[in-house]
């Protein structure tokens, strides 16, 4: 059983940056491609950024040149480095583990851009 806790969401102003962190339980993290889905009220959940085990990252055009996914395989961690956030990106955020049959969600954690 994988366990996924995120953290780092808040409030921040259009503009700002934030860096979403998802801690991951298990001691062979680095064999999974992990991902950032994200889900506004009355909208579906949709991707935003993956990392492969190997480290190949893709990202949806709506945060292309903004957003930056990353890993620490010695800390179980993955990372969401989010800049020139705007209130189009405020939304829950996921964390998500795949691959060799495995599909694990965090709890998510809550980005809102406002002035």
């Known amino acids: 059983q994988v366990q996924l806790v995120e953290s780092g969401g808040g409030l921040v102003q259009p503009g700002g940056s934030l860096r979403l962190s998802c801690a991951a339980s298990g001691s062979i993290f680095s064999i999974y491609h992990m991902a950032w889905y994200r889900q506004a009220p009355g909208k579906q959940r949709e991707l935003v950024a993956g990392i492969t085990s190997g480290g190949s990252t893709n990202y949806a055009d709506s945060v292309k040149g903004r957003f930056t996914i990353s890993r620490d395989n010695a800390r179980n961690t993955v990372y969401l480095q989010m800049n020139s956030l705007k209130p189009e990106d405020t939304a829950v955020y996921y964390c998500?583990?795949?691959?060799?049959?495995?599909?694990?969600w965090g709890k998510g954690t809550l980005v809102t851009v406002s002035s």
């Open positions: 998500n583990l795949g691959g060799h049959g495995m599909n694990y």
